[in-house]
């Protein structure tokens, strides 16, 4: 594909072309008189032409990390090669998916004979699943400069768009005391119910008299403490609603999405204290992850649900219950992430059933809009209207998440960017407190 280049410097070329056609024929009527101006004007534009046609284009690989996280920055580097003996010169463009904010292209580059040359632009996914990525076009210009020539260059491949992994680096980031409180995650210890015994060490200021080892006190004629850690090999299933109540957005991703990142969280958590992790998607999403172990299983997890997505369908809690009972004999943790409505009558029985046999954390997801709404002073009548109809929301929210609260151990009210840290906390509290 051929067309005139556009641009200041190439379409003053296109000018001077023009020009060498016409004002011949406006100074001199006679034809006689400008056709050699004009033959030689179409022989440049021609002989351009076909050098641009015979420009070998340079070599393009595309280099991406094959798996992504979404709502985040990655980096897409572009590697050319002129493999040809004459320099080059070219716009490059880089087909990505759709649902992609890239900063940094399209790029004009130079090229010397057998020269090298890369760039690396940034882009952000804002939608999970399976990314594909075409052709980097290129927009070859001849040598004269009054064409170019498009060609599409590299490989098509797909990347995978994961929920945001980036949570868990960061919690290995701030996994020491003093930056996990930073962070928000609270890890006071609590010796007692609930822990295992670990080892025997040393009194250290702090510890209980219920710690005291007196007959290895009696031994070594010193006080020895008993260390304990968290009780290992027990078992947290996450019931994540992937119902239209999950697809109201909060910023970029929607409640879904943000679900996905704090279960991702919560379950490398879990899984690094030795316990098992389950997965049960209801809703538009109908499925269920068997239980995993080791901190190795993050990755299978990922692949499971990378692709997921909600839909139109109401979320049947009544029905999900009823299949963790008949599934799930073993008591477990259940960590129901949803975002509820007073209407969802069928939330309550569903909570009665499951706390039968188990132990439940609610944890219900608040749209950010609230918050910001109810914080604002109104200075006329629709912005009175507006945060009015937001505290009442906000009072019947509140009154249905009472009738929750005897039928479940935890119930968080939070928003999408607090679910992480909530459900993380509510974690080391049940844990810690014996209830599994």
Request: proline share 5%; hydrophobic share 40%.
């Amino acid at each position: 594909m051929f067309a005139l280049v556009k641009g200041t410097r190439p379409a003053s070329r296109s000018l001077v072309l023009v020009a060498l056609l016409l004002i011949p024929a406006l100074l001199w009527p006679d034809p006689d008189a400008w056709l050699i101006p004009v033959a030689v004007a179409l022989g440049v534009s021609g002989l351009d032409l076909v050098w641009c046609w015979t420009l070998d284009p340079p070599e393009v690989q595309r280099h991406i990390a094959p798996n992504i996280p979404v709502n985040r920055e990655s980096t897409v580097c572009i590697r050319i090669h002129n493999r040809t003996s004459q320099p080059l010169r070219f716009e490059a463009h880089d087909e990505v998916p759709d649902d992609c904010r890239v900063v940094g292209m399209p790029r004009t580059l130079r090229l010397a004979a057998g020269e090298s040359a890369e760039f690396v632009y940034s882009l952000t996914a804002t939608r999970r699943g399976d990314a594909r990525f075409g052709y980097v076009i290129c927009l070859l210009r001849s040598p004269f400069g009054f064409w170019q020539r498009k060609v599409p260059l590299g490989e098509p491949h797909s990347v995978r768009v994961y929920p945001d992994f980036s949570v868990i680096s960061n919690y290995l980031e701030l996994v020491s005391d003093q930056h996990s409180i930073r962070m928000g995650i609270k890890l006071t210890q609590r010796r007692g119910e609930g822990l295992e015994f670990q080892q025997l060490r040393e009194y250290r200021d702090g510890d209980t008299l219920r710690q005291i080892d007196w007959k290895a006190t009696a031994r070594r004629q010193a006080l020895i403490s008993r260390e304990y850690q968290e009780e290992r090999d027990q078992r947290i299933l996450f019931l994540i609603d992937s119902g239209r109540r999950m697809r109201t957005r909060d910023g970029v991703l929607s409640h879904f999405d943000h679900a996905l990142n704090g279960m991702l969280l919560l379950a490398y958590i879990a899984l690094r204290q030795g316990d098992s992790v389950a997965l049960k998607f209801f809703g538009a999403e109908r499925k269920w992850v068997p239980a995993q172990r080791g901190v190795g299983s993050v990755n299978l997890l990922l692949n499971e649900i990378y692709d997921l997505h909600t839909g139109t369908e109401a979320a049947d809690y009544i029905s999900v219950a009823e299949e963790v009972m008949a599934k799930q004999r073993k008591r477990s943790l259940i960590v129901l992430m949803t975002n509820l409505r007073e209407e969802d009558a069928d939330l309550l029985p569903a909570l009665k059933l499951l706390r039968q046999r188990h132990v439940v954390i609610l944890a219900n997801l608040r749209e950010s809009v609230l918050d910001t709404t109810s914080q604002q002073v109104p200075t006329g009548f629709e912005e009175a209207l507006r945060v009015a109809g937001t505290f009442h929301h906000l009072a019947k929210r509140q009154r249905y998440q009472t009738k929750c609260l005897p039928l479940a151990h935890m119930v968080l009210d939070c928003t999408p960017q607090e679910l992480p840290v909530s459900v993380v906390n509510a974690y080391w509290q049940i844990k810690r407190s014996g209830k599994l």
